[in-house]
């Protein structure tokens, strides 16, 4: 490898990020470590283990969006690109770390979540107080070190590029509203495909496929079309990618998707699929679908009942062909663009995931 420019393939720009985040974090937990031992081990040391496990598909659109705004080849530009994309990874980590304490999820990836952790901890130990509370306490935390982190390594990398500091603090005041708008959905059991669509886009079309792409392109000085083309495929493809995890939620396979089919469901979520099939259950007379449907949140539903009864009504291939359609609109805004082709083509087939169900 002769320079950075030739890390078009997702998992050499994984290996390079990654590295960077290992040698940040390095220094980081070694600094918390010097503070506090005990601390360094269980929280510091988390952020490193949960941030270097993702898949980095975020990162990797970060140095996509780099290579499609006309980055340099090499150099300072190349590693301030794989120090956002590390930055976006660490972001990534606390919202993961606090989403699974806000649903009380009792894994991710396949492991104990971070607040189950440390709440058998207390338990093994015999610590006073409540287990739960003190593992929900310091999930915490850890999310606020990885954000502090995040934010830290961001403005670092950033320094002297307004355009790319912006895309980041509207990336984050997006996430957190957008998760408000979630928590807020749950508790008034709001069932709308509006609502839902507006949650998917600012919870996780922003941060999972926009902003890592304007992110990079800001970096590199993109001009005002391409970030355009990009801003429109990242909204259409991280729409299309949050209706595909929705569908997979309630029709994946577990031993694939890592998780028991109907999760979305026992937490109430307003999903287009649910507020799909509600509408169309309202509107075709079927009150026993309705009752069913309109229960989700407030009484247990059996989640192969609900899935059979949303194919019924036509929800799912409803969401599907929507799912369809968003990342094939959002691949033609990119298809005809002057830009990498190898670039080019990765966001192409990211876009063709985004919609295989």
């Not at 493809?237 to 209706?243: C, D, I, M």
Request: charged share 30%.
């Amino acid at each position: 490898m002769t320079g950075y420019a030739l890390l078009t393939g997702v998992e050499d720009i994984r290996e390079a990020v990654g590295e960077t985040l290992r040698r940040y974090l390095t220094e980081r937990v070694r600094e918390v470590g010097a503070l506090d031992a005990e601390c360094g081990r269980e929280l510091a040391d988390r952020v490193t283990s949960f941030a270097l496990g993702g898949k980095r598909i975020r990162s990797t659109l970060v140095w996509w969006g780099r290579l499609a705004g006309g980055g340099e080849d090499r150099g300072t530009g190349a590693r301030i690109a794989l120090s956002a994309g590390a930055a976006i990874e660490l972001f990534q980590t606390f919202a993961l770390i606090h989403d699974d304490v806000m649903d009380s999820a009792p894994e991710r990836r396949g492991e104990p979540s971070i607040h189950v952790l440390h709440a058998a901890r207390h338990r093994s130990r015999s610590y006073a107080g409540d287990p739960e509370r003190y593992g929900d306490s310091m999930a915490i935390l850890t999310g606020d070190l990885a954000l502090a982190w995040a934010d830290d390594l961001l403005y670092e990398a950033a320094a002297g590029r307004p355009r790319a500091l912006r895309v980041w603090r509207d990336m984050r005041t997006e996430v957190m509203v957008g998760q408000y708008l979630d928590l807020r959905s749950q508790a008034r059991t709001e069932r709308s495909v509006g609502r839902a669509l507006r949650i998917d886009r600012l919870k996780t079309a922003s941060y999972t496929v926009e902003r890592p792409l304007r992110l990079g392109a800001a970096l590199a000085g993109a001009p005002a079309p391409v970030e355009e083309a990009l801003r429109g495929y990242g909204r259409d493809v991280g729409v299309a990618y949050q209706l595909r995890d929705d569908l997979l939620d309630l029709y994946g396979d577990p031993a694939r998707t890592g998780r028991e089919p109907g999760e979305d469901l026992r937490e109430g979520k307003n999903t287009m699929l649910l507020a799909s099939g509600i509408d169309l259950a309202r509107r075709s007379g079927d009150t026993a679908a309705l009752a069913l449907l309109e229960g989700v949140g407030t009484v247990s539903v059996d989640p192969a009942e609900a899935a059979e009864t949303l194919e019924r009504l036509g929800a799912r291939d409803l969401v599907v062909d929507h799912c369809r359609s968003l990342a094939d609109r959002g691949a033609s805004r990119i298809a005809g663009l002057d830009i990498d082709p190898g670039v080019r083509d990765g966001l192409l087939d990211f876009a063709e995931s985004a919609a295989r169900i």
